[in-house]
């Protein structure tokens, strides 16, 4: 029988959470594991989530800038979208950012194993491996770092052709004609940002009042009124009853805001209506932790009710669905369990991004929940068609929001949707980590010209002052 290695730490899972504590814990010294069950690391975001639907995005983006070339004085009479090489151009990029993660995981000498990692009593993890092999290693801490999935519609099952979820999407062979998104959070919005630009008809039906639901509600409004300028055909309050398989694609029956039935056709079907947490089989059962519908119970520490586990990412129970969160969960996890002293995160400064056209960045509270929380507010706009960059880039629509408290002026929140806001947004985390107030974000001289200006002129807008409008 095979020597059982000992540990100071085992990671379970090398998504964004689990890659970044195995490295950091490899840069604090301590001897480390990381396992993972399929043949390439870095998880959801590298593989199928974060940086494939980037990649698309920015193909959406060329092909936009192809499509009104006739504005920027460019006379482009023949353009055509080669799908195959646009998949070759996301893969590469997944293959070489892979690469980054194993060659990180190596200079921090983490040791890489490959197989189903389980919890098997105390400080011991059973990996069992594409063969169905299994071996146990000693650890005297593990963190749990095993993600998440789509969550399916009962009775529909992913075929790769037809009934899609953000796996399967990213890997089809060829446009389809027609798509029907169910969900119009961060994921569906993003898809219907991609294929609409590529050309195929989508409609995405929300079973919320607004789209992209978690936003301040009237980011949420000026995303629905670009998407239908655009073109893409958006139902909200609307309640899927049945999707069908048919011989063409798929049939989705929905009852609408009028409470009407519906029923519409299409090629394809994208389920993007949720994540489920991947906590089933880990060996949960026997120990300590606690599960809120099937999430991860934790402290500030990441640390769970059972001693030496920590569970970070995807699935801890209350932690937005983020790879940013999961990078500082595994951070925080990691620097407590060698020892050191760490800061509880922060989730009320978490920048949350949606990739869509136009995109969407926030962080803090929403006006409704800042008015809810009981504040008196002062709340700044300024929209990206007064701001010279915006005007440069040929983008009319947007705005940035600033919500702060009326008595001492500190920043509860920030709302944007525009153009390139996904940057924009860290100007204001870092505000808000400070404590900063919206006169200070005033006396912050910004570049021109800039789109970052917007966050400044919706600063002076706080007090009635924006400049150039
Ligand atoms: C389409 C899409 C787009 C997204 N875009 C963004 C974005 O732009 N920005 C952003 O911040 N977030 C984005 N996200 C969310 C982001 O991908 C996740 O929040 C992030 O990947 C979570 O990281 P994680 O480490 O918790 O888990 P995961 O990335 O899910 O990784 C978990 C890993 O654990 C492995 N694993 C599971 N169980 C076991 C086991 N028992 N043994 C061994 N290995 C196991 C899995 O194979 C996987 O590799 C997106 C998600 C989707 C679906």
Redesign the pocket.
């Given at each position: 029988m095979a020597e059982t290695l000992h540990y100071d730490l085992a990671v379970?899972?090398?998504?964004?959470?689990?890659y970044v504590a195995a490295i950091r814990a490899g840069q604090l010294g301590l001897k480390t594991a990381i396992?993972?069950?399929?043949d390439k690391l870095g998880?959801?975001?590298l593989h199928?989530?974060?940086i494939p639907?980037?990649a698309l995005l920015l193909n959406a983006e060329v092909l936009d800038y192809f499509k009104n070339a006739k504005e920027f004085g460019i006379v482009c009479k023949e353009f055509s979208v080669d799908w195959a090489a646009v998949q070759t151009r996301k893969d590469k990029i997944v293959k070489k950012l892979a690469k980054g993660v194993e060659f990180l995981l190596k200079k921090n000498h983490v040791d890489m194993i490959q197989g189903?990692?389980?919890l098997a009593g105390p400080g011991r993890v059973s990996v069992t491996d594409a063969k169905g092999q299994t071996s146990e290693i000693a650890a005297k801490n593990v963190v749990l770092?095993?993600?998440?999935e789509?969550k399916m519609l009962p009775g529909l099952e992913a075929d790769g052709r037809t009934i899609l979820t953000?796996r399967e999407v990213l890997e089809l062979k060829e446009l389809p004609k027609s798509m029907i998104i169910i969900g119009a959070g961060?994921?569906g919005v993003?898809f219907a940002s991609i294929f609409h630009r590529f050309g195929t008809k989508v409609t995405v039906l929300e079973m919320l009042p607004h789209a992209v639901p978690l936003e301040d509600e009237e980011i949420s409004a000026e995303m629905e009124k670009s998407f239908r300028k655009q073109g893409i055909v958006l139902h909200t309050q609307a309640r899927v009853e049945k999707a069908t398989k048919t011989a063409q694609g798929v049939s989705v029956a929905f009852t609408g805001a009028d409470g009407k039935a519906q029923t519409l056709e299409a090629e394809t079907l994208l389920v993007a209506v949720g994540r489920a947490p991947?906590t089933q089989?880990?060996g949960l059962e026997k120990t300590r932790v606690e599960l809120e519908r099937g999430f991860v119970k934790v402290d500030g520490t990441m640390q769970t009710a059972e001693p030496g586990v920590f569970a970070?990412?995807?699935?801890v129970a209350g932690s937005p669905?983020?790879?940013?969160v999961?990078f500082a969960e595994g951070i925080t996890a990691v620097t407590h369990a060698a020892g050191r002293p760490v800061e509880p995160i922060n989730y009320q400064q978490v920048p949350n991004?949606t990739?869509c056209e136009p995109e969407i960045a926030s962080v803090g509270l929403s006006e409704r929940q800042a008015r809810e929380a009981g504040h008196k507010l002062r709340v700044g706009r300024f929209p990206f068609s007064a701001n010279s960059k915006a005007g440069i880039l040929g983008v009319r629509e947007g705005f940035v929001k600033i919500v702060s408290d009326e008595k001492y002026g500190e920043i509860l929140g920030v709302h944007m949707i525009g153009p390139r806001v996904t940057e924009a947004i860290a100007e204001a985390v870092a505000v808000m980590r400070l404590e900063g107030t919206a006169e200070d974000l005033e006396h912050i001289i910004h570049a021109h010209p800039t789109l970052a200006e917007a966050v400044l002129e919706a600063a002076h807008a706080v007090t009635g002052k924006a400049i150039h409008i």
């Open positions: 379970i899972g090398s998504g964004p959470g689990g396992i993972e069950k399929d998880g959801t975001c199928v989530g974060c639907t980037k189903f990692g389980r770092a095993t993600g998440s789509a953000n961060a994921v993003e991947n089989g880990l970070i990412g995807d699935i669905l983020l790879a940013h999961a991004c990739y």
